[in-house]
């Protein structure tokens, strides 16, 4: 595979210059395999998953299965930056407007400082869309790495990425809908998959944000409604 081996070489180069390096790990098929690719070639990788619920046992099976695979990763959770939005705004709980509004900026700004380490990893690829293409052009003479900001995945696209998991034995994540997989959310298809598949999960979304209850309440009133019309036909 030409990709892996590009990837590879880009990878080692960066290592060179600073063999350590903090990984922003969603656990979704990207940053999984930047983990595989990078867990061999850094002395120190710190693993960081940002999260809106913490404790999800759905999620914490990934989080296991990672730590056993790679057991040399230092694997932390924090809250999502966009958290601190969320609870501004009182999306779906009680609205705090005295929490500080952070940025993605800030959280690697801190992570940096803590961990005493410059180079941070994002699964970010130039196929996710035309935002990431011209952002990631502009870095490609760089190596893919600005300020610090390290991109090994830029080139790659998604048949590629699902080719390599099958390779090596990743296991794919929760996809929520037939959309393209994403992190938990508030939205309609995650909070149906989780009533169907982890119940313990969602009651424990509902304690941390009580009015997403009627996320799933007007879905199952407007199944109600075309059962009834349905069988009045």
Not at 47 to 76: Q, S, T
């Amino acid at each position: 595979m030409g990709r892996v081996d590009d990837t590879i070489r880009l990878i080692e180069a960066q290592a060179a210059k600073e063999d350590a390096a903090i990984l922003m790990c969603s656990l979704g098929k990207d940053s999984l395999v930047a983990l595989d690719l990078c867990y061999p070639r850094y002395k120190r990788l710190v693993c960081v998953f940002m999260y809106f619920v913490k404790g999800l046992e759905h999620i914490e099976r990934y989080v296991r299965w990672v730590k056993a695979r790679y057991p040399r990763a230092e694997f932390v959770q924090i809250p999502h930056w966009n958290l601190s939005y969320v609870l501004r705004s009182g999306m779906y709980c009680v609205a705090r407007p005295k929490t500080r509004a952070i940025r993605l900026t800030d959280v690697v700004k801190t992570l940096r400082i803590k961990y005493q380490i410059n180079t941070v990893i994002l699964g970010m690829k130039k196929a996710d869309g035309m935002n990431r293409r011209l952002m990631l052009n502009t870095y490609q003479d760089e190596g893919y790495c600005h300020k610090g900001m390290f991109y090994p995945l830029a080139e790659w696209n998604q048949r590629e990425v699902m080719a390599y998991m099958r390779v090596r034995s990743i296991p794919e994540p929760v996809r929520y809908s037939l959309k393209a997989s994403g992190g938990v959310g508030f939205n309609e298809e995650c909070l149906s998959w989780l009533e169907r598949n982890c119940p313990g999960d969602l009651e424990k979304i509902y304690k941390v944000f009580p009015l997403c209850e009627r996320v799933l309440w007007e879905r199952h009133q407007r199944e109600a409604e075309k059962d009834n019309n349905d069988n009045n036909d």
